[in-house]
């Protein structure tokens, strides 16, 4: 099969860890018999320095023109770079939002995995991580809360602000039935979390998630208030598969599943649309304070590599090969210095890259 694919390295550490994934994408391509067909495309601050906007047309036509996007990271150092000078609309950012925006990606998702080599990082007691968990949070990306009609007004002299959350049911039957199709990969289960006791948009989202999860047999389908899915990540995140939700809960809940893996260079991530196209890119930022020293941890964009497989182009065969390799590369004691710990050994960006290749079987 021929993959194709726009790479934008980015920033920062982007180019380093977007050329370790490269390398294990040609270490599969080789093994299982496709033809990898690469296209990198400026964007961010490398996009500033060279076109002074941090995304071209043309660049969102070579985004375009691909199967899928497979990205490292933008931006700078917030407080130092002559790129947060410009006018926010100028800025690295703006390039993300614009490329989002253009490839029409409404669906985010974020898996935490906790890999037994790495539960020492995991903040949770250990009665609790010992289970392991392993699950994925698909958030509404377009619509809801941070997209609805605002303002501020002064009414009789007190002021007042006004936010609206709005969706309506073919907004939440896209994203349910990408949930339902994902859930049927994994462990055919999906929690999608609302406030259907108070909210008249979570009302609506769970009618219609009920509708569509009548068209998936195979798939459980629980459903769970916001509040209780915060507690339930922290006291048993073992019991979750695919957790399906609106904008802004999935925007914090997305977090609090980060951060109880600990790892942040572990974090891979997928935003798609209703064609089988997304953008893959690593959790994390663009690392600034670490670019260019070799240092950096690859796994997260190797990850959202093996996600791009899996999604974009049904390549689960070649998608497990790389979460075997990433469990066998932390098995045999291979770490980077962000996970690092005693009695394992210590290697660069590029080392890991190697290694990820190597053990792809
Ligand atoms: P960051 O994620 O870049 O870094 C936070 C800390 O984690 C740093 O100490 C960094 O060295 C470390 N870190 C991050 N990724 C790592 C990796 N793969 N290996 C080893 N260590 C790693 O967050 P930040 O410092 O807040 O942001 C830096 C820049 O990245 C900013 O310009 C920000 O806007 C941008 N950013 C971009 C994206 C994106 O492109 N989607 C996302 C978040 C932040």
């Keep these: 099969m021929e993959l194709k694919i726009t790479c934008i390295p980015g920033d920062g550490i982007g180019p380093e860890i977007v050329a370790e994934a490269k390398k294990v994408l040609d270490r599969i391509a080789q093994k299982y018999g496709h033809t990898m067909n690469y296209t990198d495309i400026l964007m961010g601050g490398a996009s500033i320095d060279v076109h002074g906007v941090p995304l071209t047309e043309e660049a969102v036509a070579a985004a375009k023109a691909a199967d899928a996007v497979l990205m490292g990271s933008i931006g700078g150092d917030t407080t130092k770079s002559p790129w947060y000078k410009l006018p926010p609309e100028r800025r690295p950012e703006a390039g993300l939002l614009a490329i989002r925006k253009a490839l029409n990606l409404f669906a985010n998702l974020r898996p935490a995995v906790l890999y037994d080599e790495l539960a020492a990082a995991c903040p949770l007691k250990e009665e609790i991580s010992k289970a392991g968990f392993d699950m994925l949070i ?95 990540l922290v006291k048993d995140p073992a ?29 891979a991530s997928a935003s798609l649309n209703d064609t089988k196209f997304g953008l893959y890119e690593p959790s994390h930022g663009s690392a600034p304070d670490i670019a260019g020293m070799d240092i950096a941890n690859p796994i997260a964009t190797v990850l959202s590599a093996a996600m791009m497989l899996r999604y974009s182009f049904d390549l689960d065969r070649e998608a497990d090969a790389i979460e075997r390799a990433v469990k066998q590369v932390l098995k045999e004691g291979y770490r980077t210095g962000d996970i690092m710990s005693d009695g394992c050994r210590k290697v660069g960006c590029s080392k890991m890259g190697d290694l990820l290749a190597e053990f792809i079987s």
């Design 138 to 232: 698909m958030r509404e990306l377009t619509g809801g809360l941070y997209f609805g009609e605002r303002k501020t007004v002064t009414e009789d002299g007190v002021r007042k602000a006004v936010d609206t959350l709005a969706y309506n049911e073919n907004e939440i039957r896209r994203i349910a039935v990408k949930g339902f199709e994902i859930a049927q990969k994994r462990r055919k289960k999906v929690t999608s979390v609302d406030k259907a006791n108070v909210l008249d948009s979570s009302r609506l989202w769970r009618s219609v998630v009920e509708e569509v999860a009548a068209q998936y047999p195979d798939v459980t389908l629980e459903h769970m208030l916001v509040d209780n899915c915060a507690m339930q």
């Design 239 to 267: 019991q979750f598969d695919v957790i399906l939700t609106e904008n802004m809960f999935g925007d914090i809940l997305s977090d609090e599943a980060s951060m109880v893996t600990g790892s942040i260079g572990m974090l």
